[in-house]
């Protein structure tokens, strides 16, 4: 069974840290471009940030650049990890891990509640 399961997310005060984890697991996913997207109440989801399958390349929305830094881990099972520093209350949403074939095939994660205070 094919599964990205989240997890890290929480309650924080405006300027902290959380360190979220996607771990993919039920096929091989190191050749998949891999990517963090986000859903506040009341909005689309969108985009946050991505890497590509060997971690050569990431990508991030305007709105984190400089604050998160995405990374991954092919070691056995694919992990993919999202540092989100000096968070702030915009920040608040449900966080997806997201993977993604050449093709345009894509697994989704259930998400991860991140709240900001202010």
């Known amino acids: 069974q094919v599964q990205l399961v989240e997890s890290g997310g929480g309650l924080v005060q405006a300027g902290g840290s959380l360190r979220l984890s996607c771990a993919a697991s039920?096929?091989?996913?190191?050749?998949?471009?891999m990517g963090w997207f986000r859903q506040a109440p009341g909005k689309e989801r969108e985009f946050v940030a991505s890497?590509?399958?060997?971690?050569?390349?990431?990508?991030y929305a305007d709105s984190v650049k400089g604050r998160f830094t995405i990374s991954r881990d092919n070691a056995e099972n694919t992990t993919v990890y999202l540092q989100m520093n000096s968070l702030k209350p915009e920040d608040t949403a449900v966080y997806y891990c997201?993977?993604?074939?050449?093709?345009?095939?894509?697994?989704w994660g259930r998400g991860t509640q991140v709240t900001v205070s202010s």
């Open positions: 997201n993977a993604k074939k050449v093709s345009g095939f894509e697994y």
């Open positions: 039920g096929r091989t996913f190191s050749s998949y471009a």
């Open positions: 890497i590509t399958w060997n971690g050569g390349s990431t990508y």
